[in-house]
């Protein structure tokens, strides 16, 4: 069991745009920036000292942390389940995407106000070549489906659903189209396509077959792929749970796709009656999948921001006591009341 590792001070904050800029002016690097689960966290260099600065909602909202500051350990293995055997896992595992490639993590508490992270690497870094999301993959996963999706985004079809609970998944596509009952494509799209993308596959008839999964989740996690959205069924969903990889299909299958009919990579496929290219984005998650042409991403970001801040500053006004109908300027005259 060989384990490698790096050490670096981990630190819970209330105010991070505040603590970034004081380490700033101190002459500290930021390396990363990420939404993390429903927060985010910050990882600065400062001289030989790594830190990561994060808010207490990128844990569970029942994990409880050792103290304000304390040494966070990150320690790489090749044999998570030996590793943490034995200790109070507090977190995970869970595999985790990002600018980082793709990792297995678990998090234990140790002696010392300590938290160790062990974790597992599944993938490498997107290469030059890969995938450049800069950052926009979770700042579109944090506005979500819903809020893209009246801000310019386009809605697919209701018929695709995440295949488990809590599928959350934003990045650009790589295009596949089957031909009907056959999924020969998606195992060359799997070999081919670039680190850091979400297959989007069109499927025209034959959909009631499991195209995708336990087998081709593994593989795909392997190449640094992200996700799945495809207009057919799928298999293995508890797998898929288990494995932490985002998909959203029409359904479950049990009689598996054949694989010897040609298709096609790249360029438009139709998918959730919406055509997409290759390099469009997805955002999929609870509430749907919306589709953003690559051409229109910093718009549709921009609008999705200012409609998130708007909802933001009404949560604050119906939590204070105003209502719906008054801040909407809703005519409710028409309603019949019997009291």
Known sequence: MAVTGVANLAVKVAD????????????????????????????????????????????????????????????????????????????????????????????????????????????????????????????????????????????????????????????????????????????AAVAEAPQGTVLAVEVPSGRERGFWGEVLTTAAQSRGLVGLVIDACVRDTDALAARGFPVFSTGVALPGATKHEPGSLGGPVSVGEVLIDDGDWLVADSDGIVSIAAERLDDVMSAGRARAAKEATMFDQLSAGATTVELLDLDTSAVERSR
Request: charge should be negative.
């Open 16 to 187: 991070l745009d505040a603590t970034i800029g004081f380490y700033e002016r101190a002459g500290a690097e930021v390396r990363d920036r990420q939404h993390w689960r429903n927060g985010e966290r910050v990882d600065v260099s400062l001289g030989p000292l790594a830190i990561t600065f994060f808010t207490q909602a990128i844990y569970e909202d029942d994990v409880e942390l050792p103290a304000e500051g304390f040494l966070h350990v990150a320690l790489f293995s090749d044999d998570l389940e030996a590793q943490v055997d034995g200790h109070d896992v507090v977190w995970g595992p869970e595999i985790v995407s990002g600018a980082f490639g793709t990792r297995r993590i678990v998090f234990v508490d140790a002696p010392g106000a300590m938290r160790l992270e062990f974790m597992e690497q599944l993938a490498d870094p997107p290469p030059e070549g890969g995938a450049d999301t800069s950052g926009r993959s979770s700042d579109l996963a944090a506005l979500g489906s819903a809020t893209l999706g009246e801000s310019g985004a386009t809605p697919l079809a209701r018929r695709l659903r995440a295949a488990w609970p809590g599928a959350t998944v934003a990045a650009p596509c790589s295009t596949v189209r089957c031909e009907p009952g056959d999924n020969l494509t998606i195992h």
